[in-house]
């Protein structure tokens, strides 16, 4: 298993600009999360997906839009990218029954 | 608002001695608690986790340590080495929740 991949690792964005952050898992999780963790601080979850078909806000889901078209994959989307959105991305997975969250590599994006 | 909170931000620790991270939490219902560790560049990876019907749990040279009187909970490390040195969070979470809260954050440093 490859576990939770993210692509891009890296990216630097112009304000207004769009771009999506993909995340995909193979282990067959139910649950999918995105959070963002801003430098020195802790993580704060942006949206989450309990399954194919189904998402909620989190914490901090202004400016963001997710889609949860099949299991491996929960795609993030900014549609107008502002240098407030300049923070690491990381998505996590779920098994059902478990609470153990894991982890991606993260993508670190910056806004200019 | 519920909160999972640190006592310190930062944490020194000579090489070969024991680290102990403290975390506060304020919601009564939290049964499941994590500790995650994560290392500079890299996403959260799971170290230990306690559920709230246990006061302790060890693990390969960490133990978890919760108190449930006081909303406590602690992760020692024991015989520090080199690759310890990263920011640990704890995370908690209730029963018929699907997200964890985290913590901020505690930088550990081991000093050679």
């Known amino acids: 298993n490859a576990g939770v991949t993210q692509t891009p690792k890296f990216r630097i964005l112009k304000i207004g600009q769009s771009m999506t952050l993909q995340c995909a898992q193979d282990m067959n999780h139910n649950y999918m999360y995105w959070y963002r963790q801003d430098p020195g601080m802790g993580l704060k979850l942006i949206y989450y997906s309990v399954g194919a078909g189904i998402t909620d806000k989190g914490e901090v889901p202004n400016g963001y839009n997710v889609s949860r078209s099949t299991t491996e994959d929960f795609p993030l989307r900014l549609e107008l990218a502002a240098p407030s959105q300049t923070s690491v991305y990381f998505c996590?997975?779920?098994?059902?029954?478990?609470?153990?969250?894991?982890f991606g590599p993260g993508t670190r994006l910056t806004v200019l | 608002g519920e909160s999972v909170g640190l006592h310190l931000p930062t944490l020194s620790v000579q090489e070969g001695d024991n680290s102990i991270i403290n975390c506060a939490y304020s919601n009564s219902a939290s049964d499941y608690f994590i500790w995650y560790k994560q290392e500079s560049g890299k996403g959260p990876q799971f170290i230990i986790d306690i559920r709230s019907n246990m006061d302790k749990r060890q693990g390969q040279r960490v133990t978890v340590l919760l108190n449930k009187t006081v909303k406590h909970l602690s992760l020692q490390i024991a015989a520090t080495q080199p690759g310890d040195s990263a920011v640990y969070f704890c995370a908690e979470n209730h029963f018929g929740n699907e997200k964890l809260t985290f913590g901020t954050g505690t930088r550990l440093t081991i000093i050679p």
């Open positions: 996590a997975s779920i098994k059902r029954d478990t609470d153990t969250q894991y």
